[in-house]
């Protein structure tokens, strides 16, 4: 198995040491773990404080090789980096990810309009089908305007925040319309996308994106895919991969795709 989504202590929101990860993952026997901490620029935070939240990248790099050196024998450790994916930013967001050697970027859009879904300002005074088509809408534009990436990121994650009144989490056929449109971009500019299993512990029951994205990107022609559980603590490292690989097996998948400097490589399901 291969674990293409990980936070560890560089991530704000994670605790787990590098390498309290690594032991986990030679542990459950994955072939490789790919790290990718957080990276989001100028973004809102509580106190009303755009900020950027990025850690070291050099030390974090500096660390990643050591790692890599030492359990050389026993997995694969890939340098890879969550990035904040915002429109206004597309200049630094090329500079970071041009600057440094990653094997990996995941892509994510978890701002609009410089606020993160997680404090869910996108859904006030909104109902839930507006919030989604922003939403939705706003990934476009940045999948047309945006290439410094490999895969998009929980590309429904919009669904995680809409608990509460928005009972129904569930997308609707005019979403679908503007993801077909997005998954055309994607693949059309050789990008691809993640499927992401921390769905499944957020309450979605679902990867994110869900099992109807996964067969419209297959569809489309769609073949660079990644696998990650999005762990920021160790016990979830792995977490439902393999149970994902049948699902991606069972709509016609066969392969999944890691990275090496960027560029894909595709494992035999
Ligand atoms: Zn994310
Ligand atoms: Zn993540």
Not at 253 to 264: A, G, L, S
Request: charged share 35%.
């Amino acid at each position: 198995m291969y674990d293409y989504h990980v936070h560890t202590l560089f991530s704000k929101d994670s605790t787990m040491k590098v390498e309290e990860g690594i032991r986990r993952a030679v542990e459950i026997g994955l072939k490789e773990i790919a790290f990718t901490d957080h990276a989001e620029i100028n973004v809102w935070r509580p106190g009303d404080v755009i900020v950027d939240d990025l850690f070291e990248i050099p030390i974090y790099i500096d660390k990643m090789y050591q790692y890599k050196e030492k359990y050389k024998d026993k997995i694969n450790i890939k340098l890879g980096i969550e990035i904040g994916l915002q429109r206004e930013e597309k200049d630094r967001i090329a500079q970071i990810i041009d600057e440094y050697p990653f094997d990996f970027v995941i892509g994510s859009s978890h701002t609009i309009e410089k606020y993160d879904l997680y404090f869910r300002q996108l859904f006030q005074e909104k109902t839930k089908k507006e919030a989604y088509e922003r939403y939705f809408q706003e990934v476009l534009k940045i999948v047309q305007e945006i290439e410094s990436y490999n895969v998009y990121g929980h590309l429904d994650l919009v669904r995680r925040y809409a608990y509460g009144e928005y009972e129904d989490i569930s997308i609707c056929n005019i979403e679908m319309e503007i993801i077909e449109e997005i998954l055309k971009v994607i693949i059309q500019k050789g990008k691809g996308i993640e499927v992401n299993t921390s769905g499944f512990r957020y309450g979605i029951d679902s990867t994110n994106p869900d099992i109807d994205v996964l067969k419209l990107y297959k569809d489309l022609g769609g073949e660079i895919i990644t696998v990650g559980s999005d762990a920021h603590k160790k016990e979830d490292i792995g977490y439902r991969i393999g149970e994902t690989y049948d699902i991606l097996k069972d709509i016609g998948y066969k392969y999944i795709t890691t990275f090496e400097r960027m560029e894909p490589k595709f494992i035999k399901l």
